[in-house]
């Protein structure tokens, strides 16, 4: 029992694919992989409105998803295996499954709010950090760090819905891998075996991409692996005064935005309605802080058909690369300030994705930005409206809601195509509930002013 006035946990059990399914192996790790070594853990939560009884949870819902997730496990193995880290940069980490190795998931009953937790408006954060399992204590052996990798929590709000808290080392995999594991094990829980998931789902890709030696050292001497004997996976805990609340840019309010960033910058080449979402949020979030200081914002560009050769859809793994724009405070803030916000995303965005080097450029020269120091504040994008998590059906229905629990550690911002309207965009904010007060009026009166 976690806490038992919040979550009475039901059931651990240890989920490893059917026996004599998967072979002993190692999957190594790319630089692709390195950069987030020490990076924070994804928490991802899926809200499903099922207003069922703890009966029906236990006797239908446990026994189904831990089948499910075992011939899941069959084609995404490593998710049930370690990460193994050594203290030396000479041998490079990397993902080893054996037989028995397993995805810890926890099922347990919470009496806290369905409906409040799955609303837009500002929540308390600390009360999802309930919600999501965590990745456990790495492993120290004489040679090693060993660290697990994946971890599920299922929990019921009797006579609500249930929520589905997920847990992964960001070397696991990015958002594209974590996309093509769910739509697998959603499959196989609707109709009970992989079939229908084999006939028209896409089995996983291991090969590994070509080496880029001077990135592995790089990130490798970032990661310090020297020091892992020391590490344990970052967790979330509170208390905390933060709020995370949702934001909806709709497709006709995001034209809207493309038209006036048009007209008031007409050479600007690339004006997306991901540009015009991630440049209004932007601008919003400058203006609830006093002071001029450097600003970073950035976002994952998924490298695997922009590599040459280009990787399948499927490969496994992180596979991204970077954009990002910086700028001063007082030049992000009104109306010009979100503009501006605009031109440097678009501008940043057309010259990654256009240059005749490609993507991977832009990853070797990512450090040039910090070659004055780190800026005070750095807003990343998790998640992409591109990947349809909105479509991830158990058998249950589309998700009533999703959050990016993760986006807690540093500030960043989730950014999901809509439920209802794929072509509308849901943005999670995380703050401080004074700032987030703040955000919220300038977010609407600029809805207001701008267009």
Known sequence: MTSSRILNVLEKSHVSPPPATVSDGVLP???????????????????????????????????????????????????AGKLIVFPTSTKRPEIRYVED?????????CNLDFNKLTGNHPRDCESFYNLIPLLGEAEKTSDSTNIRLFSVQVTLYPNSGISIGMTNHHCLGDASTRFNSLNAWTSITRFGTDESFLANGTLPCYDRVAKNVKLEESYLKFANVESFKEYEPPKLSGPSDKVRGTFILPRTTLTQFKNLVSIEQPTLVYVSSFTVACAYIWSCLASTREGDELELFGFAIDCRARLKPPLPSAYFGNCVGWCAATEKTTRLTGKDGFVNAAKLIGENLHKTL????????????????????????????AGTPKLKFYEMDF?????????????????????????EKSEDLEIGVCLPSAVMEHFVGIFDNGLKEYI
Request: charge should be negative.
């Open 29 to 79: 790790l790319t630089h692709f992989d390195f950069w987030w070594l020490t990076q924070p853990p994804i928490h991802y939560l899926f809200f499903y409105d099922l207003p069922i009884t703890q009966t029906h949870f236990i006797q239908t819902i446990i026994p189904n998803l831990k089948h499910s997730l075992s011939i899941t496990l069959q084609h995404f193995f490593p998710f």
């Open 354 to 381: 256009t240059d005749k080097n490609g993507v991977v450029k832009e990853i070797e020269s990512f450090g040039d930005l910090f070659a004055d120091g780190l800026p005070r504040t750095m807003i990343g994008v």
């Open 101 to 109: 190795d397993y995805v810890e998931v926890t099922f347990a009953e």
């Open 395 to 419: 058998g249950w229905g589309k998700p009533t809601k999703i959050e990016t629990i993760s986006i807690d550690y540093n500030g960043s911002i989730s950014m999901n195509a809509c439920k």
